[in-house]
């Protein structure tokens, strides 16, 4: 299995712009975690999905943040319109029956 | 809200010396689990211990939990130069929650 699969790596935006992460848990994992880490803030859990199915989403910072898994292979976070406090590092992970997550490399996002 | 919290936050040892690190939570927890980041990397999963267990071991990793306390210990020993990271802890159910790491730099 290759892993947790997160594109794009590096993401450079302008203020206001959309930005789209995406993310392919491992397959047969059942529970998808978004989090965001920063220096100020460390690691946050944004949202985590059970069976495709958005379980707790207090996390999210705000209405421009959003979050969809159509299906058990793919996810996708969205920030519409970005801003420049949103720079970070996204990391998804996914979860099996065992409790362990693994991750995936992150996407670094810088906003403008 | 985070629920785990490491101390230190850094932590300097030579090559050799055992590394001692705390975490502290607030609710009640099914297991706790102990990860490493390197820089720019993503979270590596290292060892997890059940609420009913009080130690427990992998290799040069020693893992203790008190739920009494609500706090767990990871100490690395022999450490190497390969082991600076940060460690973070991270409770759960349902959903983990992970402190704000320990940053851990082994000099050779």
């Known amino acids: 299995d290759a892993g947790v699969i997160q594109s794009p790596r590096h993401e450079v935006t302008e203020m206001g712009q959309e930005v789209t992460l995406r993310c392919k848990p491992i397959?047969?994992?059942?529970?998808l975690f978004w989090y965001r880490q920063t220096m100020m803030r460390g690691l946050e859990l944004l949202i985590y999905?059970?069976?495709?199915?958005?379980?707790?989403d207090s996390g999210m910072p705000e209405d421009r943040f959003s979050a969809k898994m159509p299906n058990a292979s793919f996810s996708t976070l969205k920030i519409q319109p970005s801003e420049p406090r949103d720079s970070a590092v996204y990391f998804c992970a996914s979860r099996g029956d065992n409790n362990e997550q693994f991750f995936g490399p992150g996407t670094r996002l810088t906003v403008l | 809200s985070q629920q785990g919290e490491e101390d230190p936050q850094a932590l300097s040892i030579q090559e050799g010396e055992n590394a001692t690190m705390n975490c502290s939570y607030k609710?009640?927890?099914?297991?706790l689990q102990w990860y490493r980041q390197n820089s720019g990397r993503g979270l590596v999963h290292l060892i997890l211990?059940?609420?009913?267990?009080r130690e427990k071991h992998s290799g040069r990793l020693r893992v203790t939990l008190d739920t009494s306390k609500k706090s767990s210990s990871l100490l690395i020993t022999a450490s190497r130069a390969a082991d600076t990271a940060s460690y973070f802890c991270?409770?759960?159910?349902?959903?983990?929650?992970f402190g704000t790491g320990t940053s851990l730099t082994v000099i050779p």
């Open positions: 211990i059940r609420s009913n267990e």
């Open positions: 397959s047969g994992h059942n529970s």
């Open positions: 991270a409770t759960a159910p349902p959903q983990f929650y």
């Open positions: 999905f059970n069976n495709n199915v958005p379980i707790d």
């Open positions: 609710t009640s927890i099914n297991n």
